[in-house]
């Protein structure tokens, strides 16, 4: 039976530090794919696992505490996480895309109100004082370029200078 597929020891599928046999081996553990500890999927320290592992807590991809897209202090996460709050990217408060002064979120953020690009107010392509928008906007009411009142292309004393010479 030497050399013989699924026997052992050493063997296909066989124990000690065969293929899906444990340890070492493929799909077993400790330290095989999928298995514990450091494994691929496994735990501590594995793919997907806990802890330190991709996706696993803590201080893990996507986990918590401290993981990409986990919380406290993750990627995506709260707080102070990208995309999370508070103090995170797209988060609130003090985030990108968040509020309070976050990138397109509210307050004194991008795209946001008050004070925010494209948001309202004072901020761009917004109400009031905004970029395109009213009033006092780029292309807006009142007060706006090509816009009436007080517009660049419809103020009525240009009017009169076309109309009188």
Same mark, same amino acid.
């Given at each position: !039976?030497?050399?013989?597929? *699924?026997?052992?020891?050493? *063997?296909? @599928?066989?124990?000690?530090?065969?293929?899906?046999? $444990?340890?070492? /081996?493929?799909?077993? $553990?400790?330290? /095989?794919? /999928?298995? $514990?500890?450091?494994?691929?999927? &496994?735990?501590?320290? *594995?793919?997907?696992?806990?802890?330190?592992?991709?996706?696993?807590? %803590?201080? @893990?991809?996507?986990?918590? %505490?401290?993981?990409? @897209?986990?919380?406290?202090?993750?990627?995506?996460?709260?707080?102070?996480?990208?995309?999370?709050?508070?103090?995170?990217?797209? &988060?609130?408060?003090?985030?990108?895309?968040?509020?309070?002064?976050?990138? *397109?979120?509210?307050?004194?953020?991008? /795209?946001?109100?008050?004070?925010?690009?494209?948001?309202?107010?004072?901020?761009?392509?917004?109400?009031?004082?905004?970029? @395109?928008? $009213?009033?006092?906007?780029?292309?807006?009411?009142?007060?706006?370029?090509? =816009?009436?009142?007080?517009?660049?292309? =419809?103020?009525?004393?240009?009017?009169? !200078? =076309? =109309?009188?010479?």
């Amino acid at each position: !039976m030497d050399g013989c597929y *699924g026997a052992k020891p050493n *063997g296909n @599928g066989a124990k000690p530090n065969g293929y899906g046999a $444990k340890p070492n /081996g493929n799909g077993a $553990k400790p330290n /095989g794919n /999928g298995a $514990k500890p450091n494994g691929n999927g &496994a735990k501590p320290n *594995g793919n997907g696992a806990k802890p330190n592992g991709n996706g696993a807590k %803590p201080n @893990g991809y996507g986990a918590k %505490p401290n993981g990409y @897209g986990a919380k406290p202090n993750g990627y995506g996460a709260k707080p102070n996480g990208y995309g999370a709050k508070p103090n995170g990217y797209g &988060a609130k408060p003090n985030g990108n895309g968040a509020k309070p002064n976050g990138y *397109g979120a509210k307050p004194n953020g991008y /795209g946001a109100k008050p004070n925010g690009y494209g948001a309202k107010p004072n901020g761009y392509g917004a109400k009031p004082n905004g970029n @395109g928008a $009213k009033p006092n906007g780029y292309g807006a009411k009142p007060n706006g370029y090509e =816009l009436k009142p007080n517009g660049y292309e =419809l103020k009525p004393i240009y009017i009169s !200078m =076309l =109309l009188c010479g």
